[in-house]
């Protein structure tokens, strides 16, 4: 599937094993407010799968307070493109994106555009974007032990959801020891000049 691409992509970059990033009810954040970030707007180069060449990734403003976000995996064959809504939102020091699929070179589903998956971002000192995906191990165990509503699909390898409410959810995100669920490290990008 073509979200499952970003997902592992933008880990690996996003999907791993047929698992879905983990997902959320609501977009982390709402209780700010979404802003585009002018510090992503631009196009962005990373290492894509190996043997496969590099991806890029370009940030465009919306009129909205979103971003579109452009993924492209060039080709000599056939190449391939994603799209995605992107909202942006900071809470305390951390930075935010929600990704929603959107579009792509091929079938997108009506359950694959509702899906909301929170990446957090970091414009690097060397200029260099980090993006990472949290951690379905992590989430489990944070679902498991009360620290954050939501539910487990079955089976060793069942995706996660977050269902906390929108209050609930940005006060778990908001603090310093949030950045550790997002574990998965996907991808380091650099502006494209």
């Known amino acids: 599937m073509k979200f499952m691409r970003f997902a592992v992509l933008t ?12 997902t ?3 977009p982390v954040g709402t209780t700010v407010g979404f802003k585009a970030d002018p510090a992503l707007i631009g196009v962005w180069k ?3 799968d190996p043997g496969q060449g590099d991806i890029y990734m370009a940030f465009l403003n919306g009129r909205d307070g979103t971003m579109t976000g452009l993924l492209f995996f060039p080709d000599e064959k056939n190449g391939d493109w994603e799209a995605y809504t992107l909202r942006a939102a900071l809470l305390g020091k951390n930075h935010i994106v929600n990704a929603n ?5 091929g079938q997108v589903s009506a359950d694959e ?3 909301t998956f929170p990446l957090l971002y970091e414009i690097r000192r060397n ?33 996660v959801h977050i ?5 609930q959810l940005d006060a778990f995100f908001a603090t310093q020891e ?3 669920f997002f574990a998965k490290k996907f991808a380091v990008m650099h502006r494209v000049n």
């Open 11 to 22: 880990a690996a970059m996003l999907f791993v094993a047929a698992c879905l990033p983990v």
């Open 24 to 26: 959320t009810k609501n």
């Open 101 to 105: 699929f959107a579009h792509s070179s």
């Open 163 to 167: 269902t906390a409410n929108p209050k």
């Open 113 to 115: 555009a509702k899906r």
């Open 178 to 180: 949030a950045t550790a």
């Open 46 to 48: 990373g290492p894509g």
């Open 127 to 159: 200029g260099s974007l980090a993006l990472a995906l949290l951690d379905e191990k992590k989430m489990k165990d944070a679902i498991r032990s009360g620290k954050i509503e939501g539910k487990i699909d079955p089976g060793e390898t069942g995706d």
